[in-house]
């Protein structure tokens, strides 16, 4: 169970405005395909705190995988985020980062769909990767809704001009600025989306905004397919953390269950192994021995199998899965909400099994 991080040199700082940067880093030599990602994922970074040593935190990446540019994360301050203010005062071109390798689900399916995107303030870090990704590597129409507090807020503004200029066939970028029209309401952004039926939305930003976003596209009876919500949190536990402090916790998990005081998440687990079927990446993989006691994640890390992962806590959607057959009980879970899960998605990081037969699909 190897938990695997990286040391990346900054290359490069950008400041998009007062308040955010975009960061640049080189990938070290034999690791291009650790770092191989997708439009819309994110980097899990380690930022030093005198209080807990690590701050681990998680930023989209707003460059594009396949423009041969630097792997780039750009970074918002926040009033009280410690991480977003540390990154922004203190990194510098030759200082060095700990990073996880890129995770997340917020990514098209298809670069050739029809792409509506919605970024708030600086949820619009992924939305700059999927559109400059989708316009040299797609053919569908890209409409990027982009609201803000006020003109000086709004990042990338230049970027966004640049290629809606260069593909005027293709992207449309509506820019709302609360200072001149408020906040959007409901009925507006009703109005807007009614528009654009059948097209793939993607919707990034405070919570708030990603509401209102997707209620009013169930309202409109947009597919559950083609609705996606991006979701992390400030993450409370430490991913960076080594095999030997894994090894110990799941110890203190047995212990626990020797002296009979198991954990009620795995009290009404089967009573033997599990068979255990995944879909991933085009391969598929079944296993009959899966310990009840054990979390997808870890058994499948067990196995050799590269399952995707970022904070281990359940505290982003990095390890999601779609449920095909069977149920599991997530330990911890910050991030599906209940639509979510009706739909039959769960974190692999957080999985332990309900029934003797499990079957999953990371796609």
Known sequence: MDIESFVLDVVDVVEETADAKSISFAVPAGAEEKFDYKPGQFLTVAVPSTQTGIAARCYSLSSSPHDGGPLTVTVKRTAEGYASNWICDNLAVGDTLRVLPPSGIFTPASLEADLLLFGGGSGVTPIMSITRTALAHGSGRIV?????????????????????????????????????????????????????????SFVCGPAPFMKMVTTVLKE??????????????????????????????????????????????????????????????????????????TKMLDFLEGKGVKAPYSCREGECSACAIRLLEGDVRMVHNDVLDKDDLADGIRLGCQSVPLTDHVKVTYS
């Open 220 to 293: 409109l009876e947009v597919p559950r397919s083609l609705r996606h919500q991006e979701k992390f949190v400030s993450l409370g536990g430490n991913p960076f953390g080594d095999i030997a402090e894994v090894q110990q916790a799941q110890a203190e998990i047995s212990s626990a269950d020797d002296e009979g005081g198991a954990d009620a998440a795995f009290s009404d687990a089967p009573a033997g192994p599990v068979k255990l079927e995944v879909e991933l990446d085009g391969e598929e993989f079944t296993f009959d021995d899966w310990d009840p006691r």
């Open 144 to 200: 990027v809704f982009y609201a803000n507090r006020d003109e000086k807020s709004v990042i990338f503004a230049s970027e966004f001009a640049r290629l809606a200029a260069e593909n005027p066939d293709r992207l449309q970028v509506i820019h709302w600025l609360e200072s001149v029209q408020g906040l959007p309401t409901e009925a507006q952004m009703k109005a807007f989306c009614a528009q654009y039926a059948g097209f793939d």
